[in-house]
C-alpha cells in the first residue's frame, strides 16, 4: 500500500506565494514521474506540473514562468513552488505518483486526497 500526503495549501493573496509538498509512502520500490494537478470547481482536473526521476519537467501553459516542479528522490517527496499566484490558480491541488512496489512490481498510479489552494484579496 502506498499513500500519498499533500501539505503546504491554505489562503494567500494574489502575488503571494505557497510551497505544496507531496510525500509518498509504503512499500516503495521505485517512483517514476510524480506531477500535480489542479480542479477549479465546475472544472476537469489539469495537469499543473510533472517531473521525470531523471528531473526533466514539464508545466501547464499558465503557470510557466511562475511555478516550479521538483523532487528529493532519498526522501520520496515533491513539491510545488508556487508564485505570483493568481485568484485563477484557486482549485483543489492534486498529487499523483507512478510508483512500483513490492505487492505490485509494475508502474501504477496513485493519487494524494489533495490540498486546497485559495487565491483572495
Known amino acids: 500500500q502506498v499513500q500519498l500526503v499533500e501539505s503546504g495549501g491554505g489562503l494567500v493573496q494574489p502575488g503571494g506565494s505557497l510551497r505544496l509538498s507531496c510525500a509518498a509512502s509504503g512499500s516503495i520500490v521505485s517512483i517514476n514521474a510524480m506531477g500535480w494537478y489542479r480542479q477549479a470547481p465546475g472544472k476537469q482536473r489539469e495537469l499543473v506540473a510533472a517531473?521525470?526521476?531523471?528531473?526533466?519537467?514539464n508545466y501547464a501553459d499558465s503557470v510557466k514562468g511562475r511555478f516550479t516542479i521538483s523532487r528529493d528522490n532519498a526522501k520520496n517527496t515533491a513539491y510545488l513552488q508556487m508564485n505570483s499566484l493568481k485568484p485563477g490558480d484557486t482549485a483543489v491541488y492534486y498529487c499523483n505518483a507512478v510508483v512500483v512496489t513490492t505487492v505490485r512490481p509494475y508502474p501504477y498510479v496513485v493519487w494524494g486526497q489533495g490540498t486546497q489552494v485559495t487565491v483572495s484579496s
Open positions: 517531473i521525470t526521476s531523471a528531473g526533466s519537467t
